[in-house]
């Protein structure tokens, strides 16, 4: 078929119908915003220490029978262990009084035999105090974190299939209705496993919601209109919704409650089913070019422009000979090929674990865990409307470089800060955490500017998949404060500040034409390759290929 643009031009650039089509497709990323991170605060651990049974204990026995522990330089009560139960008895029967008459030093201790005792100062009920993950099996939060990431790992592969397939609109409320689905039934779980398999559902349903809805809006929308959508609409409704979050929470301290409502704001979706339209574009690939034009005419009709006659002409219909089909085995052929790639998957890898990694760590920072959660999303807005006016002014290699080491820098400077200073801690964190949300957007970007047409999907997905096993090792990381608080900062700073010196090593593609071919792109390689000047060739001479506007706004969605 002809260029889908050129034939659809005269529906114009920002009629009424792309404007309605714009909002209505941006509000379907509030959901992904608010039901990717409630583990926040449905897992979050308040305070506890050992639940002491009601027996016969004097008042001082029953104060003191608790030991104390240094963390980080600070005399905290234990949360893992209490004195043996039998022996304080027994001094406490016998009249002692602690401290004065023994040494509590000397006493045995013994783990929480009888269960924990939990703080309801901030939160009600969370899936820690309901099913005990604290101490020995503290390991089990960031393992059902992580399962969420596995499920955006399975449906990242198997969405753009099913969409393919069955069509873009279908998909996006088919995952809708799932996502919600398995929300609900995640707050009837009867145990940690349940829960850990039902958000390995939400995560598969949510990812495809996002990829989903991100197709069709490229499809469905004028040149500039998706611009607009792929840079910076997406990314701020989800912003919207991860903003929304921590008041929702503030507001349902109970986690079951919680998950219920959020399941329940899908049903607002609803409605949209009959606004929104399949993707005309697939609907021709499919051979339906009667339901398509139905629906450019009606696309007409509120923009109130003319349509001709026939908008998709049969004449215009071409049989397009398969070419070569490229897997990841052509991406391991070449050497230089090998030293790009390896190098995107380490910077796809460390970005995802730090901005994952200070997301889920909102909950253990000191002050108000709402609160921080809400500032920790507000910081994403300016970070995502200031790389969008960087990418079309700046080199990419030195614009991201830039922000991993602002990212990371502050990250290695937070273990300085005194307890005392909490708030330039929290600040630091802040600034982090928009170095790495600058450098999330930028990354996508730079990623499908360097690959060539050929190879830039199955790049692409490569790319995709290091990120997901870097957000599946997020939890873990955040994990590492429970031995000390610094050791994440460490980690995550340091990683990052090791792949802003890999990115100097990649090509820069600013203000270059996208590579096609193989042989384009490895006439460009950096420091890796030693030559940083793209060379086109055809028929054995050299010439520049003209850059093709079309192809340049479309590395927005190749990007997925």
């Known amino acids: ?51 002491i049974p009601e027996i016969n204990l004097t008042e001082e026995w029953r104060n003191a029978i608790i030991p104390f522990t240094t963390v980080g330089g ?3 009560q234990s949360q893992c262990s209490r004195y043996t139960l039998a022996v304080v008895k027994n001094l406490s029967d016998e009249g002692y009084i602690p401290e004065r008459d023994v040494n509590l030093t000397n006493l045995s201790q013994e783990r929480c035999l ?54 873009r609109k279908k998909v996006v409320f088919m995952s809708l209705g799932a996502q ?5 039934l995640q707050s009837f779980s009867q145990s940690w496993k349940i829960f850990c398999v039902m958000f390995l559902f939400v995560g598969a349903s949510q990812i495809s919601i996002y990829i989903s809805a991100f197709v069709l809006g490229t499809e469905l929308l004028s040149k500039t209109m998706r611009v607009l959508f792929t840079t910076l609409g997406a990314f701020l409704f989800y912003c919207i919704g991860y903003m929304t979050l921590p008041w929702i929470a503030y507001g349902i301290r109970d986690w ?46 509120k923009n109130k422009v003319q349509t001709p006659s026939v908008i998709f002409k049969e004449s215009e219909v071409e049989e397009i000979l398969p070419g070569k089909k490229y897997t990841m085995l052509d991406v391991l052929k070449s050497s230089k090929l090998r030293c790009i790639t390896l190098m995107c998957l380490l910077l796809w ?155 100097l090593f990649l090509p820069e593609t600013f203000n270059k034409d996208l590579p096609e071919t193989v042989e384009q792109m490895q006439e460009c390689q950096g420091f890796c390759g030693g030559s940083t000047k793209r060379k086109y060739f055809q028929n054995g001479a050299s010439r520049k290929r003209p850059v093709l506007q079309k192809e340049k706004s479309e590395v927005q969605t190749l990007s997925l």
């Open 1 to 51: 078929m002809g260029d889908y643009d050129e034939e659809t031009a005269f529906l114009g650039q920002m009629g009424p119908y792309f404007w309605v089509t714009f909002f209505l497709l941006n509000t379907v990323f509030v959901s992904t915003g608010f039901n990717g991170l409630y583990i926040i605060f449905a897992g979050a651990a308040p305070k506890h220490s050992c639940l």
């Open 74 to 76: 600070e005399e905290v």
């Open 114 to 167: 009888d269960g924990w005792n939990y703080s309801k100062d901030i939160y009600q009920s969370t899936i820690v105090t309901e099913w005990n993950l604290v101490c020995d099996n503290q390991w089990k939060v960031p393992f059902a974190s992580s399962t969420l990431f596995v499920g955006y790992l399975f449906g990242s592969l198997i969405s753009g299939q099913l969409s393919d397939r069955f069509g």
């Open 180 to 184: 919600s689905l398995s929300v609900l």
């Open 256 to 301: 079951r409650t919680l998950l219920a409502v959020l399941s329940a704001t899908s049903v607002v979706y609803i409605p949209l089913w009959w606004f929104i339209p399949e993707s005309p574009r697939w609907l021709i690939t499919q051979g339906r070019v009667t339901e398509a034009e139905l629906i450019v005419r009606d696309a007409a009709r």
């Open 349 to 503: 890898m460390a970005i995802n674990i730090g901005y994952f990694g200070l997301s889920l760590n909102t909950s253990n920072l000191s002050g108000n865990p709402f609160m921080n959660c809400f500032l920790s999303a507000i910081t994403e807005v300016p970070a995502y409307i200031v790389s969008t006016c960087l990418l079309r002014k700046c080199p990419r290699r030195a614009i991201l470089s830039t922000f991993l080491i602002i990212g990371g820098g502050v990250l290695l400077l937070i273990q300085f800060i005194p307890d005392t200073l909490h708030y330039l801690a929290l600040a630091l964190e802040m600034i982090g955490k928009f170095g790495f949300t600058m450098a999330f957007t930028i990354v996508y970007i730079y990623t499908a500017e360097i690959y060539p047409t050929v190879l830039r999907n199955v790049g692409m997905g490569m790319c995709s998949s290091a990120a997901r096993i870097g957000s599946i090792t997020a939890p873990y990381v955040i994990y590492l404060g429970t031995y000390n608080k610094v050791l994440p900062y460490i980690l995550m700073g340091s990683l990052t500040i090791a792949s802003s010196v890999v990115n």
